[in-house]
């Protein structure tokens, strides 16, 4: 019998995480007066200890034993060779994936909700509110702050509350309170329906108004936790790539292409940062953050300074963005949403460390069926861009006669997301794009900020 799954053991978890900005420059968030944004100025928004953590240029960061110890109820998560896939596809390729289904919320995300739970615990907050798209961030995070005693608010964006009424359910199962988003809570989301009372909402509506609900408990014991775009939470997903690089060796392989789908770009990072780490040190590898066409922030958007959200509380970061007012097209992707991109990956694209690529829904849930009726995992719509990509590398790799290795995440599972495929099996899936001219109005929002220098890591 073949051996498909390669499991570590309970004790070979990563027991530090790997920090990227040890190894590239990056340009700084700036405030409102366009000036470097000081850790002071972020504190009425994180506890301090994530903020040490945020602006941190060390390699390795220490896990606490008490994340630990909660991580431990899924991880070390395993590493699967796909060989039904091969089969199906004909090709030489080998291929594998990082499966990141296997954690209670079925997705990577509790990989950072977990440690930002443990710090704003230890820091003595009491409540955490924050925004989420397809509802795995959400889910995650109310998963999170049960283990460790902390209510947990969420802001989910309206098209996704539709669209997914089960992730709302997780949520209250743990404790969370979810809300759609644009309210009427905030002043961001009363000013955003007031705009369009028909909106399907953005995440960058929803980061505006967890943020808006933290900011403003005068109690001091609230703070807000974003589940993907800053430093630290790419550091956080690390554990993924980090446990595939043990995983990789113990098949004896090492992968020639590394491939995620990317929103705010935390999976894909999680995965490809320790490989992002040898490519700078000369190893030759393809590594491909993936998106979906109706949100082309990586490959068809500008590097520019732009606000996280909708109604620029946040710093200005820079990253690939398509304008914090954009409002996406609804894809089922909602994880994917995003306008901007993290400064990290958008940093590494703009260096040429990283191929951007982009898929439509059809071929995304074309790729995505394929590969569940193989591999049997139903894949979240979030995974089926990144299986889109595997599916046409693999592909290319039989044209060449080449015995390629692939290696990409498996970020979730689409088991709640099962509506989405019944619109893909009643011919109801649709592609979007915007045309160059409404990329080019979006883009107008943020022509007066300040410009990213084009820094070099080498």
Not at 36 to 57: G, K, R, T, W, Y
Not at 172 to 190: N, V
Not at 268 to 283: E, M, Q
Request: net charge negative.
């Amino acid at each position: 019998m073949r051996k498909r799954q390669i499991i570590l053991n309970a004790d070979e978890i990563p027991k530090q995480w790997y920090n990227i900005l040890a190894d590239i420059k990056m340009n700084p968030p700036l405030g409102p007066d366009g000036n470097p944004v000081s850790p002071d100025q972020l504190a009425p928004v994180f506890p301090m200890n994530l903020i040490e953590q945020e602006v941190s240029d060390q390699r390795w960061i220490d896990i606490p034993d008490e994340v630990l110890d909660v991580l431990s109820l899924w991880r070390p998560a395993p590493l699967v060779r796909a060989y039904n896939l091969e089969k199906a596809l004909g090709t030489p390729a080998h291929i594998y994936y990082k499966n990141e289904t296997v954690s209670p919320a079925g997705s990577h995300k509790p990989n950072t909700a977990v440690p930002q739970a443990y710090y704003n615990k230890v820091f003595g907050i009491k409540k955490i509110t924050t925004e989420t798209g397809a509802g795995q961030w959400g889910s995650a995070l109310s998963f999170a702050c049960s283990q460790f005693g902390l209510e947990c608010k969420v802001f989910m964006v309206r098209i996704s509350f539709d669209q997914k009424p089960y992730r709302k359910s997780m949520m209250a199962a743990w404790g969370g309170k979810c809300i759609p988003s644009p309210s009427t809570e905030t002043k961001a989301g009363r000013e955003a329906l007031e705009r369009d009372p028909d909106t399907p909402g953005s995440l960058g509506i929803a980061i505006s108004e967890a943020i808006e609900a933290a900011v403003t408990d005068e109690s001091g014991e609230t703070r807000y936790s974003l589940g993907s775009v800053l430093n630290h939470v790419m550091l956080h997903q690390t554990i993924i790539g980090l446990e595939a690089k043990k995983q990789m060796e113990i098949a004896g392989e090492y992968p020639d292409i590394i491939i995620g789908c990317a929103g705010g770009g935390s999976n894909f990072a999680g995965l490809a940062f320790p490989f992002v780490h040898d490519k700078i040190n000369g190893k030759q590898i393809e590594i491909y953050p993936v998106e979906p066409a109706g949100c082309p922030t990586l490959t068809r958007a500008p590097f520019v300074y732009d606000h996280g959200d909708t109604a620029r509380y946040t710093p200005l970061l820079p990253m690939y963005s398509l304008g914090h007012a954009f409002v996406p097209p609804p894809v089922h992707a909602g994880g994917l949403r995003y306008h901007g991109m993290a400064p990290t990956v958008s940093q590494l694209v703009n260096e040429g460390m990283l191929t951007a690529r982009s898929v439509g829904q059809q071929k995304a849930y074309e790729a995505g069926v394929l590969v569940a009726r193989s591999e049997g995992i139903i894949p979240a719509p979030e995974t089926t861009h990144a299986l889109a990509c595997v599916v046409e590398e693999a592909l290319k790799a039989k044209e060449e006669g080449k015995e390629k290795v692939i290696l990409f995440n498996w970020s979730g599972h689409g088991l709640l997301d099962l509506a989405a495929y019944d619109a893909f099996f009643e011919g109801n899936i649709k592609d979007f794009a915007q045309t160059d001219e409404e990329l080019e109005a979006s883009e107008k929002i943020f022509a007066d900020f300040p410009k990213p220098a084009n820094i070099k890591s080498r």
